[in-house]
């Protein structure tokens, strides 16, 4: 069955880096597109980034050119680097996969089926 299991979730001061790490199992890693999700209390699930099957990346305004996402196909784990964290980054962070529909990378939640439990990150000032 489809697993995925997040790691990497902590506490850490405003400017400071974290790095969450996915690993995926039970399925051919390579031909789903992958994402990071993140929900803050109260807030509805927000795409913050993610990694198309054929290659493409997107990443939401609030994060681009602070975080980074990577895939490495060989080990089945997914990665999202993350500089200059805001308190406002504060969320449990959660890693997707795509149902198979669309091609490109997208952050819409709709656009995938299986969720991992989720890591929690705390950006303090």
């Known amino acids: 069955q489809v697993q995925l299991v997040e790691s990497g979730g902590g506490s850490v001061q405003a400017g400071g880096s974290l790095t969450l790490s996915c690993t995926a199992s039970?399925?051919?890693?390579?031909?789903?597109?992958m994402a990071w999700f993140r929900q803050a209390p109260g807030k509805e699930r927000e795409g913050v980034a993610s990694?198309?099957?054929?290659?493409?990346?997107s990443y939401a305004d609030s994060v681009k050119g602070r975080f980074t996402i990577s895939r490495d196909n060989a080990k089945n784990t997914l990665s999202l680097q993350m500089n200059s964290l805001k308190p406002e980054d504060t969320a449990i962070y959660y890693c997707?996969?795509?149902?198979?529909?669309?091609?490109?990378?997208?952050?819409?939640?709709?656009?995938?089926?299986?969720w991992g439990q989720g890591t929690r990150v705390t950006v303090s000032t």
């Open positions: 997707a996969r795509g149902t198979g529909f669309p091609n490109g990378a997208s952050r819409q939640p709709t656009d995938y089926q299986f």
């Open positions: 039970g399925y051919t890693y390579s031909a789903y597109n």
């Open positions: 990694s198309g099957r054929y290659g493409s990346i």
